[in-house]
């Protein structure tokens, strides 16, 4: 196997019918919603509605708390990942994942950092796939004039900024077909934020893109797509609308979604 996969087609995910709890305290309730292929879908809604949990249901992280349990499908093309024929590596593999908070890991280089999932993986490449599949992850990653001529520097050494699009970079090296993206601006400074908006933008043309945001307006300059998240008085999350994100904030169906996109609460 080489680090050189062949190209696919833009990859559809689904969540039907997801319930979810941790331990008996259930914190979404049949959660359903059609992620289109090749677009960005912004997942937004006040803190504690389901939204962070709802995204790592989404490549199987939620099975990494113990006390953690969930029902409903996940369809990547129309096969569920939490299909027991289907091995967890598979999915990890196909619906990559950049957190809130830079990642990189601090003793490795840059280089290193963007191989990393190759080691995890085991996919072997020669020296010049390596080199190749470096330098196209960080060119997506909107990072490699910045950092090309110094690839053997600690990637714990860049700026918050820089880190969070190295980690962007790492994750696209095992070509995911899905990215899952959890706040990934909320720690940085509105220059970093924008070449990181920039960069979803180019990146939607290849991979389809899922991002949590509290940011009204990243939701509204980035996504083609919508769900609005809301948990009230201590009941589960649901989606209370979805749809086209201009529509939902130009002209929102329901009350609570005008309110919270127009900041009355939230």
Request: aromatic share 4%; proline share 5%.
């Amino acid at each position: 196997m080489t680090a050189v996969l062949p190209d696919t087609a833009l990859a559809e995910i689904e969540a039907r019918d997801i319930t979810a709890w941790f331990g008996t305290h259930k914190v979404l309730d049949r959660v359903s919603l059609v992620m289109p292929a090749g677009g960005i879908t912004a997942l937004i809604g006040p803190s504690g509605c389901g939204k962070s949990t709802f995204l790592r249901i989404l490549n199987r992280m939620h099975e990494l708390v113990p006390s953690a349990s969930l029902a409903g499908e996940v369809l990547l093309d129309g096969v569920d990942v939490y299909d027991p024929s289907r091995r967890l590596m598979d999915a990890r593999r196909s619906i990559g994942m950049v957190f809130q908070k830079p990642n990189p890991f601090p003793a490795m280089s840059i280089r290193e950092n963007v191989l990393a999932g190759l080691k995890l993986t085991g996919t072997k490449a020669s020296r010049s796939e390596r080199d190749a599949l470096v330098e196209s992850c960080l060119v997506k990653g909107g990072l490699w004039q910045e950092v090309k001529d110094r690839l053997d520097a600690p990637g714990g050494g860049l700026s918050g900024g820089q880190q969070q699009r190295l980690c962007i970079a790492r994750s696209l090296a095992i070509k995911p077909r899905v990215l899952l993206m959890d706040e990934p601006c909320s720690a940085l400074d509105p220059t970093s934020t924008r070449v990181i908006e920039e960069t979803m933008l180019e990146l939607a043309r290849e991979v389809t893109i899922v991002i949590v945001t509290h940011n009204m307006q990243q939701a509204a300059r980035v996504s083609g797509e919508c769900a609005f998240f809301l948990a009230s008085h201590g009941t589960p999350g649901v989606i209370v609308e979805h749809g086209d994100t201009r529509a939902m904030f130009e002209n929102p169906q329901d009350q609570r979604t005008s309110d919270y996109v127009n900041g009355r609460f939230g």
